[in-house]
Protein backbone atom coordinates (compact mmCIF):
# COMPACT_ATOMS: atom_id res chain seq x y z
CA UNK A 1 0.00 0.00 0.00
CA UNK A 2 3.04 2.08 -0.68
CA UNK A 3 2.34 5.42 -2.86
CA UNK A 4 4.90 7.11 -5.30
CA UNK A 5 4.11 10.69 -6.18
CA UNK A 6 3.48 11.06 -10.09
CA UNK A 7 5.45 14.06 -10.46
CA UNK A 8 6.60 14.08 -14.24
CA UNK A 9 2.53 13.36 -14.96
CA UNK A 10 1.92 16.51 -12.80
CA UNK A 11 4.94 18.59 -14.15
CA UNK A 12 3.66 17.61 -17.53
CA UNK A 13 0.30 19.01 -17.00
CA UNK A 14 1.66 22.21 -15.00
CA UNK A 15 3.34 22.78 -18.45
CA UNK A 16 2.22 21.57 -21.34
CA UNK A 17 -1.78 21.42 -20.62
CA UNK A 18 -2.66 24.06 -17.96
CA UNK A 19 0.00 26.76 -19.22
CA UNK A 20 1.50 27.43 -15.93
CA UNK A 21 4.41 29.44 -18.28
CA UNK A 22 1.74 32.15 -19.04
CA UNK A 23 1.79 33.54 -15.24
CA UNK A 24 5.53 34.10 -15.48
CA UNK A 25 4.99 38.07 -15.42
CA UNK A 26 2.69 37.68 -12.13
CA UNK A 27 4.80 35.23 -10.44
CA UNK A 28 8.60 35.82 -11.37
CA UNK A 29 10.27 34.20 -8.54
CA UNK A 30 8.89 30.75 -9.90
CA UNK A 31 10.35 28.73 -12.78
CA UNK A 32 9.92 25.42 -13.60
CA UNK A 33 12.92 24.14 -11.72
CA UNK A 34 11.46 25.81 -8.71
CA UNK A 35 8.53 23.90 -9.00
CA UNK A 36 10.29 20.69 -9.56
CA UNK A 37 12.23 20.86 -6.14
CA UNK A 38 9.46 21.51 -4.59
CA UNK A 39 7.37 18.72 -6.11
CA UNK A 40 10.77 16.05 -5.13
CA UNK A 41 10.43 17.27 -1.29
CA UNK A 42 7.11 17.51 -1.09
CA UNK A 43 6.82 13.97 -3.05
CA UNK A 44 9.67 12.17 -0.74
CA UNK A 45 7.66 13.58 2.62
CA UNK A 46 3.74 12.31 0.99
CA UNK A 47 5.05 8.94 0.31
CA UNK A 48 7.37 8.64 3.25
CA UNK A 49 5.88 10.57 5.86
CA UNK A 50 2.26 10.83 5.14
CA UNK A 51 1.59 7.32 3.14
CA UNK A 52 2.66 5.29 5.66
CA UNK A 53 -0.46 6.32 8.32
CA UNK A 54 -2.86 6.18 5.54
CA UNK A 55 -4.20 2.39 6.89
CA UNK A 56 -3.04 2.44 10.72
CA UNK A 57 -5.03 5.91 10.74
CA UNK A 58 -8.21 4.24 8.84
CA UNK A 59 -8.09 1.32 11.42
CA UNK A 60 -7.33 3.86 14.33
CA UNK A 61 -9.45 6.94 13.38
CA UNK A 62 -9.90 9.84 15.79
CA UNK A 63 -11.28 9.40 19.37
CA UNK A 64 -12.94 11.82 21.54
CA UNK A 65 -12.24 11.43 25.65
CA UNK A 66 -13.14 14.06 28.06
CA UNK A 67 -14.33 16.53 25.39
CA UNK A 68 -11.08 16.72 23.14
CA UNK A 69 -10.51 14.92 20.38
CA UNK A 70 -7.39 12.93 19.77
CA UNK A 71 -5.80 12.45 16.33
CA UNK A 72 -4.69 8.92 14.81
CA UNK A 73 -1.21 7.78 16.51
CA UNK A 74 1.39 9.60 14.36
CA UNK A 75 -0.68 12.56 12.85
CA UNK A 76 0.30 15.28 15.55
CA UNK A 77 4.25 14.22 14.56
CA UNK A 78 3.42 14.06 10.75
CA UNK A 79 1.49 17.67 10.80
CA UNK A 80 4.49 19.26 12.88
CA UNK A 81 6.69 17.68 9.59
CA UNK A 82 4.14 19.09 7.03
CA UNK A 83 4.07 22.64 8.24
CA UNK A 84 7.96 22.76 9.30
CA UNK A 85 8.42 22.54 5.73
CA UNK A 86 6.03 25.25 5.04
CA UNK A 87 3.55 23.35 2.13
CA UNK A 88 0.52 25.07 4.01
CA UNK A 89 2.14 28.35 2.89
CA UNK A 90 3.34 28.00 -1.06
CA UNK A 91 0.06 29.76 -2.28
CA UNK A 92 -0.31 32.26 -0.04
CA UNK A 93 1.23 36.06 -0.21
CA UNK A 94 4.71 36.76 0.98
CA UNK A 95 2.55 39.69 3.62
CA UNK A 96 1.26 36.58 5.26
CA UNK A 97 4.27 34.67 5.58
CA UNK A 98 3.37 32.46 2.60
CA UNK A 99 5.52 31.61 -0.40
CA UNK A 100 3.73 33.86 -3.24
CA UNK A 101 4.16 31.07 -5.83
CA UNK A 102 1.00 29.75 -8.58
CA UNK A 103 -2.01 28.49 -6.32
CA UNK A 104 -1.79 25.58 -9.70
CA UNK A 105 1.99 24.57 -8.14
CA UNK A 106 0.24 24.26 -4.32
CA UNK A 107 -2.65 21.88 -5.84
CA UNK A 108 0.01 19.61 -6.88
CA UNK A 109 1.62 19.61 -3.90
CA UNK A 110 -1.74 18.95 -2.58
CA UNK A 111 -2.56 16.16 -4.29
CA UNK A 112 0.20 14.62 -2.83
CA UNK A 113 -0.88 14.90 0.33
CA UNK A 114 -4.56 14.05 -0.34
CA UNK A 115 -2.89 10.98 -2.48
CA UNK A 116 -0.92 9.70 0.50
CA UNK A 117 -3.50 10.77 3.23
CA UNK A 118 -6.66 11.72 2.80
CA UNK A 119 -7.71 12.14 6.01
CA UNK A 120 -4.70 13.87 7.08
CA UNK A 121 -5.25 16.55 4.57
CA UNK A 122 -8.78 17.15 4.95
CA UNK A 123 -7.07 19.86 8.03
CA UNK A 124 -5.10 21.67 5.10
CA UNK A 125 -7.88 21.86 2.61
CA UNK A 126 -10.29 23.43 5.45
CA UNK A 127 -7.73 25.84 6.90
CA UNK A 128 -6.45 26.82 3.06
CA UNK A 129 -10.26 28.52 2.80
CA UNK A 130 -10.21 30.28 6.03
CA UNK A 131 -7.42 32.01 5.03
CA UNK A 132 -8.54 32.85 1.81
CA UNK A 133 -12.28 33.97 3.33
CA UNK A 134 -10.11 36.19 5.92
CA UNK A 135 -7.79 37.71 3.38
CA UNK A 136 -11.17 38.77 1.04
CA UNK A 137 -13.56 39.50 4.10
CA UNK A 138 -11.48 39.82 7.35
CA UNK A 139 -10.90 43.45 9.15
CA UNK A 140 -7.16 44.54 8.86
CA UNK A 141 -6.94 43.57 12.98
CA UNK A 142 -8.73 39.67 12.48
CA UNK A 143 -6.32 39.77 9.40
CA UNK A 144 -3.00 41.00 11.83
CA UNK A 145 -4.53 38.49 14.65
CA UNK A 146 -4.79 35.24 12.52
CA UNK A 147 -3.46 35.15 8.74
CA UNK A 148 0.06 34.57 10.09
CA UNK A 149 -0.98 31.53 12.24
CA UNK A 150 -3.18 29.68 9.56
CA UNK A 151 -0.62 30.54 7.02
CA UNK A 152 2.33 29.07 8.08
CA UNK A 153 -0.38 25.95 9.57
CA UNK A 154 0.61 26.63 13.54
CA UNK A 155 -3.24 26.89 13.76
CA UNK A 156 -5.89 25.52 11.65
CA UNK A 157 -9.40 26.58 10.50
CA UNK A 158 -12.61 24.65 9.86
CA UNK A 159 -16.22 25.74 7.79
CA UNK A 160 -19.32 25.48 10.19
CA UNK A 161 -22.55 25.39 8.44
CA UNK A 162 -24.62 22.41 8.30
CA UNK A 163 -27.20 21.79 11.26
CA UNK A 164 -29.33 19.04 11.36
CA UNK A 165 -32.05 20.87 9.72
CA UNK A 166 -30.18 23.11 7.82
CA UNK A 167 -27.80 21.36 5.42
CA UNK A 168 -27.60 22.45 1.75
CA UNK A 169 -30.18 24.89 2.24
CA UNK A 170 -28.28 26.86 5.17
CA UNK A 171 -30.98 29.42 4.91
CA UNK A 172 -32.66 27.22 7.40
CA UNK A 173 -29.98 27.52 10.04
CA UNK A 174 -30.77 28.80 13.39
CA UNK A 175 -27.52 29.63 15.45
CA UNK A 176 -27.87 32.65 16.97
CA UNK A 177 -25.08 35.56 17.56
CA UNK A 178 -25.83 38.21 19.73
CA UNK A 179 -24.16 41.78 19.88
CA UNK A 180 -22.31 42.43 23.20
CA UNK A 181 -21.54 46.01 22.41
CA UNK A 182 -17.79 45.61 22.20
CA UNK A 183 -17.58 44.48 18.49
CA UNK A 184 -17.76 41.21 19.47
CA UNK A 185 -20.72 38.61 19.39
CA UNK A 186 -21.80 35.42 21.35
CA UNK A 187 -22.44 32.89 19.39
CA UNK A 188 -25.31 29.85 20.46
CA UNK A 189 -25.90 26.63 18.66
CA UNK A 190 -24.70 23.24 17.51
CA UNK A 191 -23.34 22.40 14.03
CA UNK A 192 -22.55 19.13 12.39
CA UNK A 193 -20.40 17.53 10.03
CA UNK A 194 -17.53 19.57 10.81
CA UNK A 195 -14.33 18.26 9.69
CA UNK A 196 -11.11 18.39 11.66
CA UNK A 197 -13.48 20.08 14.02
CA UNK A 198 -11.37 19.74 17.10
CA UNK A 199 -7.82 17.76 17.61
CA UNK A 200 -4.46 17.68 19.17
CA UNK A 201 -2.21 18.60 16.10
CA UNK A 202 -2.40 22.19 16.34
CA UNK A 203 -2.27 24.25 19.05
CA UNK A 204 -5.16 25.89 18.14
CA UNK A 205 -8.38 26.10 15.64
CA UNK A 206 -10.26 29.18 13.78
CA UNK A 207 -13.83 28.16 13.06
CA UNK A 208 -15.62 30.30 10.56
CA UNK A 209 -19.10 30.03 11.65
CA UNK A 210 -22.94 30.74 10.07
CA UNK A 211 -25.27 32.48 12.28
CA UNK A 212 -28.38 34.28 12.48
CA UNK A 213 -28.47 38.20 14.12
CA UNK A 214 -31.26 39.58 16.14
CA UNK A 215 -33.98 40.33 13.54
CA UNK A 216 -32.36 39.31 10.64
CA UNK A 217 -34.26 38.48 7.43
CA UNK A 218 -36.02 34.75 7.18
CA UNK A 219 -33.94 32.46 4.98
CA UNK A 220 -30.31 32.79 3.58
CA UNK A 221 -30.47 36.37 3.46
CA UNK A 222 -30.14 36.87 7.04
CA UNK A 223 -27.02 34.89 7.72
CA UNK A 224 -23.42 36.29 8.67
CA UNK A 225 -20.15 34.86 9.58
CA UNK A 226 -18.11 34.67 12.30
CA UNK A 227 -14.77 34.33 13.15
CA UNK A 228 -14.90 32.13 16.40
CA UNK A 229 -11.63 30.81 17.53
CA UNK A 230 -10.85 27.63 20.43
CA UNK A 231 -8.45 29.85 22.26
CA UNK A 232 -8.22 33.39 22.06
CA UNK A 233 -5.22 34.93 20.87
CA UNK A 234 -2.94 37.05 22.74
CA UNK A 235 -1.25 40.52 21.87
CA UNK A 236 2.19 38.94 21.54
CA UNK A 237 0.81 36.16 19.07
CA UNK A 238 0.62 33.61 22.31
CA UNK A 239 -2.56 31.78 23.65
CA UNK A 240 -5.30 33.05 26.14
CA UNK A 241 -7.93 32.07 27.66
CA UNK A 242 -10.34 29.02 26.87
CA UNK A 243 -13.23 29.91 24.04
CA UNK A 244 -16.88 28.70 24.75
CA UNK A 245 -16.77 25.87 21.90
CA UNK A 246 -16.12 22.39 22.04
CA UNK A 247 -16.88 18.85 20.59
CA UNK A 248 -19.95 16.57 21.57
CA UNK A 249 -19.43 14.17 19.36
CA UNK A 250 -18.02 12.47 16.47
CA UNK A 251 -19.56 10.93 13.27
CA UNK A 252 -19.17 7.60 12.66
CA UNK A 253 -18.19 7.32 8.65
CA UNK A 254 -18.62 5.36 5.78
CA UNK A 255 -14.86 6.42 5.44
CA UNK A 256 -12.06 9.29 6.05
CA UNK A 257 -12.20 7.49 9.58
CA UNK A 258 -8.67 9.50 10.36
CA UNK A 259 -10.37 12.79 9.72
CA UNK A 260 -12.77 14.04 12.51
CA UNK A 261 -15.93 15.09 11.91
CA UNK A 262 -17.17 16.80 14.73
CA UNK A 263 -20.58 18.02 15.98
CA UNK A 264 -19.92 21.31 17.81
CA UNK A 265 -21.58 22.65 20.39
CA UNK A 266 -21.05 26.92 20.84
CA UNK A 267 -22.23 28.92 23.88
CA UNK A 268 -23.37 25.93 26.20
CA UNK A 269 -21.60 27.71 29.05
CA UNK A 270 -20.59 30.98 29.32
CA UNK A 271 -21.16 31.94 25.67
CA UNK A 272 -19.13 31.59 22.82
CA UNK A 273 -17.17 34.95 21.89
CA UNK A 274 -16.99 35.63 18.63
CA UNK A 275 -16.11 38.31 15.36
CA UNK A 276 -18.09 39.21 12.37
CA UNK A 277 -16.73 38.27 9.17
CA UNK A 278 -17.69 40.78 6.54
CA UNK A 279 -20.92 43.03 6.78
CA UNK A 280 -24.33 41.65 8.69
CA UNK A 281 -26.34 39.52 6.45
CA UNK A 282 -23.73 39.00 3.82
CA UNK A 283 -22.10 35.73 5.39
CA UNK A 284 -23.32 33.05 2.68
CA UNK A 285 -21.39 35.40 -0.16
CA UNK A 286 -18.15 35.34 2.46
CA UNK A 287 -18.61 31.73 3.04
CA UNK A 288 -18.79 31.12 -0.73
CA UNK A 289 -15.22 32.28 -0.84
CA UNK A 290 -13.85 29.59 1.27
CA UNK A 291 -16.62 26.86 -0.30
CA UNK A 292 -14.76 27.82 -3.94
CA UNK A 293 -11.59 27.42 -2.98
CA UNK A 294 -12.40 24.18 -1.37
CA UNK A 295 -14.82 22.98 -4.45
CA UNK A 296 -11.63 23.35 -6.48
CA UNK A 297 -9.77 21.56 -4.07
CA UNK A 298 -12.08 18.92 -3.32
CA UNK A 299 -11.83 18.29 -7.14
CA UNK A 300 -7.88 17.93 -6.54
CA UNK A 301 -8.71 15.40 -3.64
CA UNK A 302 -10.53 13.23 -5.81
CA UNK A 303 -8.21 13.01 -8.45
CA UNK A 304 -5.57 11.96 -5.66
CA UNK A 305 -7.68 9.16 -4.17
CA UNK A 306 -7.91 7.62 -7.76
CA UNK A 307 -4.55 7.33 -8.27
CA UNK A 308 -4.04 5.70 -5.12
CA UNK A 309 -6.48 3.75 -6.27
CA UNK A 310 -4.91 3.02 -9.44
CA UNK A 311 -1.64 3.12 -8.29
CA UNK A 312 -2.66 -0.48 -5.67
CA UNK A 313 -4.18 -1.89 -8.86
CA UNK A 314 -1.29 -1.51 -11.11
CA UNK A 315 0.89 -3.25 -8.22
CA UNK A 316 -1.29 -5.92 -7.65
CA UNK A 317 -2.17 -6.66 -11.29
CA UNK A 318 1.53 -6.86 -11.85
CA UNK A 319 2.66 -9.55 -9.21
CA UNK A 320 -0.62 -11.39 -9.08
CA UNK A 321 -0.49 -13.88 -11.44
CA UNK A 322 -3.96 -16.64 -12.35
CA UNK A 323 -4.49 -17.73 -15.20
CA UNK A 324 -3.16 -17.57 -18.88
CA UNK A 325 -2.86 -14.32 -21.16
CA UNK A 326 -3.59 -14.98 -24.70
CA UNK A 327 -1.00 -14.79 -26.43
CA UNK A 328 1.31 -15.75 -23.90
CA UNK A 329 4.20 -17.47 -24.25
CA UNK A 330 5.29 -20.47 -22.23
CA UNK A 331 3.25 -22.30 -19.50
CA UNK A 332 2.10 -21.42 -16.19
CA UNK A 333 0.19 -18.48 -15.33
CA UNK A 334 0.14 -14.83 -16.47
CA UNK A 335 0.31 -11.64 -14.20
CA UNK A 336 -2.99 -10.52 -14.48
CA UNK A 337 -2.00 -7.19 -16.16
CA UNK A 338 -1.26 -9.27 -19.75
CA UNK A 339 -4.90 -9.91 -19.38
CA UNK A 340 -6.74 -7.84 -21.90
CA UNK A 341 -9.58 -6.50 -19.76
CA UNK A 342 -7.54 -5.89 -16.89
CA UNK A 343 -5.22 -3.90 -19.25
CA UNK A 344 -8.15 -1.90 -20.78
CA UNK A 345 -9.43 -1.15 -16.91
CA UNK A 346 -5.81 -0.01 -15.92
CA UNK A 347 -5.93 2.12 -19.27
CA UNK A 348 -9.57 3.37 -18.67
CA UNK A 349 -8.27 4.64 -15.04
CA UNK A 350 -5.09 6.37 -15.80
CA UNK A 351 -6.50 7.68 -18.55
CA UNK A 352 -9.27 9.71 -16.49
CA UNK A 353 -7.23 10.22 -14.10
CA UNK A 354 -4.89 12.38 -16.73
CA UNK A 355 -8.14 14.32 -17.63
CA UNK A 356 -9.47 15.22 -14.15
CA UNK A 357 -5.79 16.36 -13.10
CA UNK A 358 -5.83 18.58 -16.35
CA UNK A 359 -9.23 20.15 -15.57
CA UNK A 360 -8.21 20.83 -12.07
CA UNK A 361 -4.88 22.32 -12.76
CA UNK A 362 -6.00 24.29 -15.70
CA UNK A 363 -9.06 25.90 -13.30
CA UNK A 364 -5.86 26.67 -10.78
CA UNK A 365 -4.37 28.45 -13.18
CA UNK A 366 -7.52 30.39 -15.14
CA UNK A 367 -7.47 31.19 -10.69
CA UNK A 368 -3.95 32.86 -10.71
CA UNK A 369 -4.18 34.92 -13.77
CA UNK A 370 -8.09 36.04 -12.71
CA UNK A 371 -6.08 37.21 -9.09
CA UNK A 372 -2.83 37.87 -10.22
CA UNK A 373 -2.48 38.50 -14.75
CA UNK A 374 -2.88 41.42 -16.70
CA UNK A 375 -5.61 43.88 -16.47
CA UNK A 376 -6.71 42.82 -19.87
CA UNK A 377 -7.23 38.76 -19.22
CA UNK A 378 -8.93 38.92 -15.88
CA UNK A 379 -11.88 39.34 -16.46
CA UNK A 380 -11.82 36.31 -19.42
CA UNK A 381 -10.05 34.13 -16.75
CA UNK A 382 -11.93 34.60 -13.58
CA UNK A 383 -15.07 33.26 -16.44
CA UNK A 384 -13.20 30.06 -16.84
CA UNK A 385 -12.12 29.82 -13.29
CA UNK A 386 -15.89 29.81 -12.71
CA UNK A 387 -17.45 27.30 -15.48
CA UNK A 388 -14.78 24.78 -14.77
CA UNK A 389 -14.99 24.86 -10.93
CA UNK A 390 -18.06 22.88 -10.98
CA UNK A 391 -16.53 20.47 -13.43
CA UNK A 392 -13.68 20.12 -11.70
CA UNK A 393 -15.04 19.45 -8.32
CA UNK A 394 -18.40 17.51 -9.82
CA UNK A 395 -16.78 15.56 -12.71
CA UNK A 396 -13.38 14.47 -10.76
CA UNK A 397 -15.29 12.96 -8.03
CA UNK A 398 -17.59 11.18 -9.74
CA UNK A 399 -14.97 9.27 -11.66
CA UNK A 400 -12.75 9.14 -8.41
CA UNK A 401 -15.71 6.80 -7.45
CA UNK A 402 -15.67 4.85 -10.38
CA UNK A 403 -11.71 4.66 -10.57
CA UNK A 404 -12.00 3.22 -6.88
CA UNK A 405 -14.41 0.36 -7.37
CA UNK A 406 -12.15 -0.19 -10.80
CA UNK A 407 -9.27 -0.84 -8.13
CA UNK A 408 -11.43 -3.28 -6.14
CA UNK A 409 -12.39 -5.12 -9.40
CA UNK A 410 -8.81 -5.67 -10.42
CA UNK A 411 -8.29 -7.42 -7.03
CA UNK A 412 -10.91 -9.54 -7.28
CA UNK A 413 -11.82 -11.08 -4.12
CA UNK A 414 -8.85 -9.59 -2.15
CA UNK A 415 -10.51 -6.11 -2.93
CA UNK A 416 -13.52 -7.13 -1.08
CA UNK A 417 -10.97 -7.78 2.10
CA UNK A 418 -10.11 -5.19 4.11
CA UNK A 419 -6.60 -5.68 4.69
CA UNK A 420 -5.46 -5.53 0.90
CA UNK A 421 -6.08 -1.12 1.53
CA UNK A 422 -8.23 -1.15 -1.82
CA UNK A 423 -11.77 -0.78 -0.19
CA UNK A 424 -10.39 2.13 1.76
CA UNK A 425 -9.62 4.10 -1.38
CA UNK A 426 -13.50 3.52 -2.19
CA UNK A 427 -14.84 4.20 0.97
CA UNK A 428 -12.55 7.60 1.44
CA UNK A 429 -13.72 8.64 -2.07
CA UNK A 430 -17.39 8.40 -1.44
CA UNK A 431 -17.42 12.04 0.68
CA UNK A 432 -15.86 13.83 -2.55
CA UNK A 433 -19.17 13.86 -4.38
CA UNK A 434 -21.16 14.71 -0.99
CA UNK A 435 -19.37 18.07 0.43
CA UNK A 436 -19.16 21.66 -0.61
CA UNK A 437 -22.34 21.61 -2.09
CA UNK A 438 -23.44 17.69 -3.75
CA UNK A 439 -22.48 17.15 -6.81
CA UNK A 440 -26.14 17.98 -8.02
CA UNK A 441 -25.52 21.40 -6.87
CA UNK A 442 -22.78 21.90 -8.74
CA UNK A 443 -24.74 20.28 -11.91
CA UNK A 444 -27.03 23.23 -11.47
CA UNK A 445 -24.91 26.08 -10.67
CA UNK A 446 -23.31 24.86 -14.01
CA UNK A 447 -26.46 24.70 -16.05
CA UNK A 448 -28.08 27.72 -14.31
CA UNK A 449 -25.96 30.11 -12.97
CA UNK A 450 -22.56 29.68 -15.25
CA UNK A 451 -24.05 29.51 -18.52
CA UNK A 452 -26.03 32.76 -18.15
CA UNK A 453 -23.24 34.87 -16.64
CA UNK A 454 -21.82 37.31 -18.73
CA UNK A 455 -24.01 36.70 -21.25
CA UNK A 456 -22.87 33.26 -22.39
CA UNK A 457 -19.60 34.14 -22.73
CA UNK A 458 -17.63 31.66 -20.25
CA UNK A 459 -19.27 28.97 -22.64
CA UNK A 460 -18.51 30.86 -25.70
CA UNK A 461 -15.31 31.18 -24.67
CA UNK A 462 -14.54 27.66 -23.71
CA UNK A 463 -15.86 26.21 -26.74
CA UNK A 464 -13.70 28.54 -29.10
CA UNK A 465 -10.38 27.72 -27.45
CA UNK A 466 -11.85 23.51 -27.54
CA UNK A 467 -11.91 24.43 -31.61
CA UNK A 468 -8.75 26.08 -32.25
CA UNK A 469 -7.31 22.99 -30.36
CA UNK A 470 -9.66 20.88 -32.96
CA UNK A 471 -8.05 22.93 -35.75
CA UNK A 472 -4.33 22.51 -34.57
CA UNK A 473 -5.13 18.64 -35.00
CA UNK A 474 -6.22 19.11 -38.15
CA UNK A 475 -3.37 20.71 -39.48
CA UNK A 476 -1.14 17.71 -38.44
CA UNK A 477 0.36 14.96 -40.55
CA UNK A 478 0.61 12.55 -38.16
CA UNK A 479 -1.56 9.40 -38.50
CA UNK A 480 -2.13 9.43 -34.53
CA UNK A 481 -4.10 13.27 -34.97
CA UNK A 482 -6.47 11.64 -37.79
CA UNK A 483 -9.62 12.32 -35.62
CA UNK A 484 -9.26 14.19 -32.79
CA UNK A 485 -10.29 17.24 -34.81
CA UNK A 486 -13.86 15.82 -35.86
CA UNK A 487 -14.25 14.45 -31.97
CA UNK A 488 -13.25 18.13 -30.91
CA UNK A 489 -15.72 19.70 -33.24
CA UNK A 490 -18.67 17.26 -32.23
CA UNK A 491 -18.14 17.50 -28.60
CA UNK A 492 -17.87 21.22 -28.61
CA UNK A 493 -21.14 21.12 -30.87
CA UNK A 494 -22.73 18.87 -28.17
CA UNK A 495 -22.16 21.15 -25.23
CA UNK A 496 -23.68 24.12 -27.14
CA UNK A 497 -26.97 22.24 -28.32
CA UNK A 498 -27.37 21.36 -24.72
CA UNK A 499 -26.57 24.27 -23.46
CA UNK A 500 -28.92 26.46 -26.01
CA UNK A 501 -31.70 24.16 -24.75
CA UNK A 502 -31.02 24.30 -20.88
CA UNK A 503 -31.04 28.12 -21.19
CA UNK A 504 -34.68 27.94 -23.01
CA UNK A 505 -35.89 25.19 -20.40
CA UNK A 506 -34.88 27.25 -17.31
CA UNK A 507 -36.90 29.96 -18.26
CA UNK A 508 -39.51 28.10 -19.59
CA UNK A 509 -39.75 24.89 -17.68
CA UNK A 510 -37.30 25.16 -15.01
CA UNK A 511 -37.63 22.04 -13.75
CA UNK A 512 -37.11 20.49 -16.85
CA UNK A 513 -33.62 22.02 -16.87
CA UNK A 514 -32.75 21.51 -13.67
CA UNK A 515 -33.36 17.43 -14.33
CA UNK A 516 -30.61 17.79 -17.38
CA UNK A 517 -27.92 19.50 -15.05
CA UNK A 518 -26.27 16.42 -14.11
CA UNK A 519 -26.07 14.91 -17.71
CA UNK A 520 -25.03 18.51 -19.14
CA UNK A 521 -21.84 18.66 -16.59
CA UNK A 522 -20.98 14.79 -17.25
CA UNK A 523 -21.10 15.93 -21.01
CA UNK A 524 -18.98 19.18 -20.30
CA UNK A 525 -16.44 16.98 -18.50
CA UNK A 526 -16.13 14.40 -21.16
CA UNK A 527 -15.48 16.99 -23.50
CA UNK A 528 -13.44 19.45 -21.32
CA UNK A 529 -11.00 16.56 -19.72
CA UNK A 530 -10.39 15.46 -23.54
CA UNK A 531 -9.84 18.41 -25.10
CA UNK A 532 -6.94 18.74 -22.05
CA UNK A 533 -5.54 15.63 -22.77
CA UNK A 534 -5.73 16.19 -26.72
CA UNK A 535 -4.06 19.90 -26.12
CA UNK A 536 -1.37 17.63 -24.10
CA UNK A 537 -0.88 15.36 -26.57
CA UNK A 538 -0.05 18.28 -29.00
CA UNK A 539 2.34 19.35 -26.56
CA UNK A 540 4.04 15.56 -26.37
CA UNK A 541 4.66 16.07 -30.31
CA UNK A 542 7.17 18.36 -29.82
CA UNK A 543 8.81 16.97 -27.24
CA UNK A 544 8.67 13.06 -28.38
CA UNK A 545 11.88 12.80 -29.65
CA UNK A 546 13.40 13.29 -26.12
CA UNK A 547 11.33 10.64 -25.00
CA UNK A 548 9.66 8.50 -27.25
CA UNK A 549 8.34 6.00 -24.72
CA UNK A 550 6.77 8.14 -22.02
CA UNK A 551 5.98 11.24 -24.48
CA UNK A 552 4.37 8.85 -27.00
CA UNK A 553 2.09 6.98 -24.01
CA UNK A 554 0.40 10.99 -24.06
CA UNK A 555 -0.67 10.55 -27.12
CA UNK A 556 -1.74 7.28 -26.93
CA UNK A 557 -3.96 7.91 -24.01
CA UNK A 558 -5.15 11.02 -25.41
CA UNK A 559 -6.26 8.65 -28.35
CA UNK A 560 -7.74 5.73 -25.91
CA UNK A 561 -9.78 9.06 -23.78
CA UNK A 562 -10.94 10.30 -27.74
CA UNK A 563 -12.23 7.06 -28.60
CA UNK A 564 -13.85 6.09 -25.67
CA UNK A 565 -15.71 8.66 -23.75
CA UNK A 566 -15.26 11.85 -26.18
CA UNK A 567 -16.61 9.65 -28.75
CA UNK A 568 -19.18 8.65 -27.01
CA UNK A 569 -20.02 12.87 -25.61
CA UNK A 570 -22.75 13.57 -28.52
CA UNK A 571 -24.69 10.59 -27.56
CA UNK A 572 -25.30 12.31 -24.29
CA UNK A 573 -27.19 15.64 -26.11
CA UNK A 574 -30.47 13.37 -25.80
CA UNK A 575 -30.41 12.72 -22.18
CA UNK A 576 -29.60 16.26 -21.31
CA UNK A 577 -32.27 17.84 -23.45
CA UNK A 578 -35.04 15.26 -23.61
CA UNK A 579 -34.63 12.00 -21.40
CA UNK A 580 -33.90 14.19 -18.11
CA UNK A 581 -37.07 15.59 -18.21
CA UNK A 582 -39.04 11.91 -18.71
CA UNK A 583 -37.92 11.89 -15.11
CA UNK A 584 -40.42 14.10 -14.33
CA UNK A 585 -43.58 12.12 -15.11
CA UNK A 586 -43.37 9.27 -12.68
CA UNK A 587 -45.77 9.90 -9.69
CA UNK A 588 -44.57 9.37 -6.33
CA UNK A 589 -46.90 6.01 -6.59
CA UNK A 590 -45.14 4.85 -9.49
CA UNK A 591 -41.55 5.23 -7.56
CA UNK A 592 -43.08 3.93 -5.02
CA UNK A 593 -41.74 0.11 -4.34
CA UNK A 594 -44.66 -2.61 -5.51
Known amino acids: MTYTAPI ?101 VIEMAQSANMSFSLSQMLTLGTVEALMAHGTPEL ?117 PTCVMAYGEGDGAKGWLIGEENKGLACMFTMMNSARLTVGVQAVAIAERAYQQALDYAKERRQGQAVGAAGPGPSAIIDHPDIRRTLTDMKAKIAAGRAICYATGVAADEAEFGPGD ?98 GESDARFADFSDRLNAGASAMVACAEGLRTRMSEAPAEGLAGATPFLKLCGDVVGGWLLIKGALYALGQEASNPTYYGAKIQLARYFSETVLTAAPALVQEVNVGAALSLGLSDDALTAA
Open 377 to 474: KRAQAKRREDILTPIAKAWSSDRAIEIAYSGILIHGGMGFIEETGAAQHLRDACIAPIYEGTNGIQAIDLAGRKLSMAGGAALTELVDDIRATADACS
Open 8 to 108: ADMQFVLEGVADIGRLASAFPDYSNEIASAILDEAGKQASEVLAPLNWSGDQHGAVLENGRVRSAPGFADAYAAYTEAGWQALSFPEEWGGAGLPRALALA
Open 143 to 259: QAAYLPKLVSGEWTGTMNLTEPQAGSDVGALKTKATPVGDGSYLIEGQKIYITWGDHDIAENIVHLVLARLPNAPEGSRGISLFLVPKFFPKDDGGLGERNDVRPIGLEKKLGIHAS
